[in-house]
């Protein structure tokens, strides 16, 4: 099945904003600690994608990862997604209190690409700094497979033990002794 609104043109509606939207995106006021700490009590954790108008990698992870039912499932099992405009001037309040709006926000934490993905593991509720409460980024746009894998590695919290490749040669190697050639592209 196909995840996201679809206008009868079979393409994903853009909000006002000019950023596509997915039903299961959370409604926030916000305040990333406490929507950090809403997750966790509520089992979850918490993703932030951050996109600008017009951006053809974040259609991309719309229209092809997000479309994906295993990649669409396994977020709307596992996290509270917010989602963030690289030039947006809605304000923003930081794990460290600070209110700033969304561009402000982008350029403190470095987020120089779009789509980027930042994770945030449910044991990191109540950190006050961004370095605290984030498990796992991903600047720019990646592929299905391992679009899939970031969210996995955090879940399991292999992020604790390992670097990403490493989690990820070793997800190849156990789906290869299963016979699976894993699809990459």
Avoid at 79 to 89: E, H, N, T, W, Y
Avoid at 110 to 123: E, R, W
Wanted: aromatic content about 12%.
């Amino acid at each position: 099945p196909l995840a996201g609104p679809l206008s009868a043109s079979g393409a994903l509606e853009l909000g006002d904003d000019g950023l596509h939207k997915q039903p299961w995106f959370t409604d926030s006021f916000l305040e990333l600690g406490d929507d950090l700490q809403t997750a966790a009590d509520g089992g979850r954790h918490l993703m932030v994608i951050w996109e600008q108008r017009g951006c053809p990698y974040c259609r991309e992870l719309h229209e092809v990862n997000f479309r994906r039912s295993e990649i669409a499932d396994y977020i709307s099992r596992h996290f509270d997604v917010i989602q963030l405009d690289m030039f947006g001037a809605r304000e923003v309040l930081d794990f460290d209190g600070a209110a700033l709006e969304e561009r402000a926000l982008a350029e403190k934490w470095a987020v120089n690409f779009t789509p980027t993905t930042q994770l945030f593991h449910a044991d990191n509720a109540g950190a006050e700094t961004l370095k605290a409460a984030e498990s796992f980024r991903a600047p720019g746009y990646l592929k299905p497979f391992h679009y899939l894998s970031s969210l996995e590695y955090v879940v399991t919290q292999d992020y604790k033990k390992q670097p990403f490749q490493r989690f990820l040669q070793d997800k190849f190697d156990r789906l290869r002794a299963q016979g699976i050639d894993p699809d990459v592209w």
